[in-house]
């Protein structure tokens, strides 16, 4: 992605210009570190990252110079994937999280912006969602999936022309919006596709949570991949900007193997190599472990139609 390509923007959610803003972090561009896992979902972190500034306004973090959405599109088209354990494990620890919000709702439809092997998707038809259907845009993903999930998934990114006005009950959006040039954009198309009533759901990492405040640059959250970083106040500020009511953002826990915490502890090669043998020789790689590491389950709904 060359400097030529990424183009200045505006706070993607308040639009206002960066030069109220103060630097997050500086650009760490490691062209060397890069490879087919760069922008592949649950990978084992590189800590690089754009340059990131804070809106004061709605406390967004966000890349101020951004790649194109087509080098965007590019990136995500041509990703590995190798993380449908850890996908398994997310879905079941998003289903809890959401639970009372998906009882609210009809179950005819719902539709994932970002949805991997669709694993998420066989959760809702499972709860009684009648027909589901998901949007991803990497092909590897796509291949990983079980062969009876594949006619739920569609290939290519988020357009809102493909799907008709109100046509959904439910649109997710899980560990998405980080990734994309413009989260407004995205949750204004999931209102005008939702029924009146319906709502949009979508897990985000908090850059203030005390585990990502601590760890600094350190972070997993620190990544090429995000073009932003929510807190909880802005994640409900981007759900009421676009219009959306009862807006709920929580913590909650997330559920994986200690091989995959391990993975993503900020250590030094020379301790975390012993670390995962001896986790091995154990046998405790797949022990499962729930944590609250910061991340935000938020909700918003479509206002209901007036008689």
Not at 121 to 139: D, M, N, Q, W, Y
Not at 220 to 246: C, K, N, T, W
Request: net charge negative.
């Amino acid at each position: 992605m060359q400097p030529a390509d990424r183009n200045h923007r505006p706070c993607p959610i308040c639009r206002r210009f960066p030069d109220h803003a103060e630097v997050y972090l500086e650009e760490r561009i490691d062209t060397s570190a890069l490879n087919s896992y760069s922008f592949a979902s649950r990978k084992e972190p590189e800590r690089l990252c754009f340059q990131m500034v804070r809106c004061p306004t709605c406390d967004l973090v966000y890349v101020d110079s951004p790649p194109s959405q087509g080098e965007l599109a590019k990136a995500y088209h041509s990703a590995d994937y190798d993380s449908s354990e850890e996908a398994n494990d997310a879905a079941s620890s998003y289903a809890d999280a959401f639970a009372k919000v998906l009882g609210r709702l009809a179950h005819d439809s719902a539709l994932e912006i970002g949805t991997g092997t669709g694993v998420f998707l066989e959760k809702l038809s499972a709860i009684g969602f009648r027909h589901v259907e998901g949007i991803e845009p990497s092909t590897a993903a796509i291949a990983a999936a079980p062969e009876h999930r594949r006619p739920w998934i569609r290939e290519g990114i988020f357009v809102e022309g493909d799907y008709a006005p109100e046509s959904f009950d439910m649109i997710c959006c899980f560990m998405t919006l980080e990734h994309v040039r413009d989260p407004l954009e995205v949750v204004e198309s999931a209102i005008r596709l939702l029924r009146p009533g319906g709502a949009f759901l979508s897990v985000t990492h908090d850059y203030r949570h005390p585990v990502n405040r601590m760890l600094g640059k350190r972070s997993p959250i620190v990544d090429i991949e995000h073009m932003q970083l929510f807190s909880r106040d802005s994640i409900r500020a981007l759900f009421a900007q676009a219009g959306y009511v009862d807006i709920e953002a929580n913590a909650f826990t997330n559920t994986y193997a200690l091989s995959y915490w391990h993975r993503l502890m900020p250590l030094p090669a020379g301790l975390k190599r012993p670390m995962g043998r001896v986790l091995e020789g154990l046998r405790l790689n797949g022990v499962k472990l729930s944590i609250n590491v910061g991340n935000t389950a938020a909700a918003g709904f479509k206002p209901k139609a007036h008689a």
